[in-house]
């Protein structure tokens, strides 16, 4: 069963992501970036094929800022795979499906 990406905000960073058992990949957008819709497929992607070991939360760069500045996010997309406290992995800017599934395999294997 998919879990899907869900959307997340500032106010709620520290329970979906900080709390969560299994990393989380967070995908930082913007509704006006055009290479955000690019990524946005294969986000939904992440969120399928890693589903079992895998949370996807997707959050938007204007309204939450605090999160946006926290994790020094300086371009969108930008993703973030982040366990507890500890940032993973990192990344901005377009990637194209086999670099995404390469990054997650590194850090979930």
């Not at 900080?18 to 930082?28: D, G, I, K, S």
Request: with cysteine; glycine share 6%; aromatic share 6%.
């Amino acid at each position: 069963m998919s879990k899907g990406v869900k959307t997340i905000t500032d106010a709620e960073f520290e329970t979906e992501v900080l709390q969560a058992e299994e990393p989380v990949l967070v995908y930082f957008w913007a509704s006006w970036c055009g290479p955000c819709q690019l990524m946005s497929p294969l986000v939904n992607l992440a969120a399928n094929t890693y589903s079992d070991r895998l949370k996807v939360v997707k959050m938007e760069i204007d309204p939450n800022p605090l999160t946006v500045k926290q994790y020094q996010v300086e371009g969108v997309p930008a993703l973030r795979l982040i366990q507890g406290n500890n940032v993973l992995a990192s990344a901005e800017g377009v990637m194209g499906k086999e670099k995404l599934i390469s990054l997650l395999d590194t850090h979930l294997n």
